[in-house]
């Protein structure tokens, strides 16, 4: 065993080498600094594959920017949507095994998957879900602020994501249907999606030090801290996200040095030193245009780079005139891309510890300009006066702030609170500390500063502080109900349809069991009897004959809701001398004052 790691470890250490010889790499190294220089990435690993062999693989920068541990062609970096190749992959191993059908139902497969309406129902193909063409617009935050590791769960979800156009209309990023092909294959193969990866790929393609989860990432050794970059210019550190049930969709961690190898299938056919790991005609079809992007019309800078296509869990274009095949990965902290060139047996692999960063795609085109021998562009240089530019537009253009000034919410912000709730996505808490709200989701926390009127503004809460400058301009519409009363939240979480309505269940406060005993009784509206009691000493409800009964929730001193109805509240009247006398009962067809039976 030691003398076979021994032998690898060599031969990697000769194609390092090598690769020094290759003319067209010569300067390569200076030109991949200067990027790292003028995107202020903490690091990043690069590896080029050309036929049978990786004729360049290297690290630049730092895997731990804090403490200088340099990144190498080993460092194992977060790969996101990168991974979806792979999901796809497996579907198409099972359609060679006779398991499926690209134009099956994936219903068929997952009896409780449902969409928003019947034509979804009836018309998405598995085939659909592969290219990103269901009419589903992305509802990320559906995951990305809700997450949960039940895939069952997510699924779920999914029939209450409003579709912006109609079934193979047009083309739309979409996570959720990669999350449900991974979905698929669990229901055919008995086996999560995490081990169908493994024991498909990982295994067979020797990708030993790739795995899927933050949690075998931490337990791993030489592995990148993810970063983002403050004020433009400071590199911070950023938590890993646990990506959870969403994993189908973008949760591989690998290196370059092991995606080298999943690089080399695609390019040799679907197969790895031999041996045939990806059906020949699932290869050609998923590296073909299924469902176009965009026009990807060339321009006058550009004229040799068009075409903007998907395949499945790939996007197909022209490069400088060479066929591309390639799809970037973005999670908190990481960046990546991953690409080849199917006629040239090209494949050029970046993994970058930057959040949202451009370093993968700069990498990657000036590896390509070089490998193609083509017309070199001076990415970095160019990166650097777009950003100049950039900044100089974003100065002219600064608008005054669109809020009107000396408004204020119609309500004490102690109104506000609660739990909001959407089937589609899931639940959050406003809660209010000092004087001020904020909103607890499962994974974030914001404060909700006032922007005008009921609206609200989400500013996330990190660990230096709140970032004022906002969560991707979401903001909250309040509205009342027809009692005066906030009963929802409308939050425009995806831009292509309409705001998503969080129904508000209002935040209940523990009363002890000998308030309650003092609500205790029978009260009298006209002829009708109302009675209040207790159940265990700790809940309090109402009953009024032929009527279910109404569990009450208290909301402030002597204040209740009922559970069930919205709008409906009862306000117990204490008198001056402290004894419970009156109860109204508040309704939407109005108010109602009862008097206790002595």
Not at 111 to 123: T, W, Y
Not at 252 to 272: A, E, L, Q, R, Y
Not at 444 to 471: A, M, P, Q, W
């Amino acid at each position: 065993m030691k003398k076979t790691l021994l032998t690898i470890i060599t031969l990697l250490a000769f194609l390092a080498t090598s690769a020094q010889g290759d003319k067209r790499l010569k300067g390569l190294e200076a030109d991949l600094n200067a990027i790292l220089e003028v995107t202020h990435a903490a690091g990043f690993a690069v590896a080029v594959v050309e036929g049978d062999k990786v004729v360049y693989a290297k690290g630049f920068g730092y895997r731990d920017y804090e403490n200088k541990v340099p990144a190498d062609a080993n460092t194992l970096f977060a790969i996101g949507s990168s991974s979806k190749a792979f999901t796809s992959a497996i579907l198409g191993q099972l359609r060679d095994e006779d398991k499926l059908s690209f134009d099956d139902s994936p219903i068929q497969y997952v009896p409780e998957l449902s969409f928003f309406n019947e034509e979804m129902n009836n018309q998405i193909k598995i085939k659909d879900l592969m290219c990103h063409r269901t009419g589903l617009p992305r509802h990320d935050f559906s995951w990305y602020l809700f997450p949960t590791f039940d895939k069952d769960s997510l699924v779920a979800r999914i029939e209450f994501q409003e579709p912006f156009t109609g079934v193979r209309e047009q083309w739309f990023y979409n996570n959720f249907m990669f999350l449900t092909q991974g979905v698929i294959a669990e229901r055919i193969t008995g086996k999560s999606w995490e081990d169908n990866i493994k024991e498909r790929f990982f295994q067979p393609l020797g990708m030993s030090r790739s795995n899927v989860s933050i949690t075998e990432l931490e337990q791993s050794s030489n592995v990148a801290l993810g970063y983002g970059l403050k004020d433009d210019t400071v590199i911070n550190k950023m938590a890993y996200y646990h990506i959870a049930a969403m994993s189908p969709a973008g949760s591989i961690n690998s290196s370059v040095n092991d995606m080298t190898h999943w690089v080399s299938t695609w390019i040799h056919n679907g197969k790895f030193k031999g041996e045939q790991i990806l059906p020949e005609t699932y290869v050609n079809e998923a590296m073909s245009s299924q469902m176009v992007v965009g026009g990807g019309l060339p321009d006058k800078e550009f004229p040799d780079m068009h075409m903007s296509n998907y395949g499945y869990g790939w996007f197909v274009s022209s490069y400088r005139g060479h066929y591309r095949v390639e799809h970037g990965g973005n999670i908190d902290g990481f960046s990546a891309n991953v690409a080849f060139f199917p006629a040239d047996s090209l494949g050029i692999i970046v993994l970058a510890n930057q959040n949202g960063s451009a370093v993968p795609n700069l990498v990657r085109n000036t590896v390509a300009d070089r490998m193609l021998k083509t017309t070199k562009t001076d990415w970095a240089k160019r990166y650097k006066e777009q950003r100049i530019k950039a900044k100089k537009m974003q100065v002219e253009n600064v608008a005054a702030t669109s809020s009107v000034a000396n408004t204020r919410p119609s309500h004490i912000l102690q109104d506000y609170t609660g739990k909001y709730s959407h089937p589609g996505y899931g639940n959050f808490v406003l809660q209010l500390k000092n004087d001020s709200l904020f909103a607890a989701f499962s994974k974030k926390r914001f404060y909700v500063s006032h922007y005008h009127y009921d609206i609200f503004e989400l500013l996330e809460v990190t660990e230096e502080g709140v970032d004022t400058t906002g969560f991707g301009n979401v903001k909250i519409n309040f509205e009342t109900n027809e009692s005066g009363d906030i009963s929802l939240a409308k939050i425009k979480f995806e831009p292509t349809v309409d705001p998503l309505e969080f129904s508000r269940t209002p935040t209940s406060m523990e009363v002890k069991k000998e308030t309650l005993e003092r609500y205790v009784g029978e009260y009298m509206l006209g002829e009708t009897t109302i009675k209040i009691y207790t159940k265990n000493d700790e809940t309090l409800f109402l009953f009024v004959a032929g009527q279910p009964e109404y569990e009450l929730l208290a909301t402030g001193k002597h204040k209740f809701s009922f559970k069930a109805l919205e709008g409906f509240k009862v306000e117990f009247v204490e008198s001056e001398g402290n004894a419970i006398d009156d109860m109204t009962l508040i309704q939407p067809n109005g108010t109602f004052k009862t008097k206790r039976k002595k």
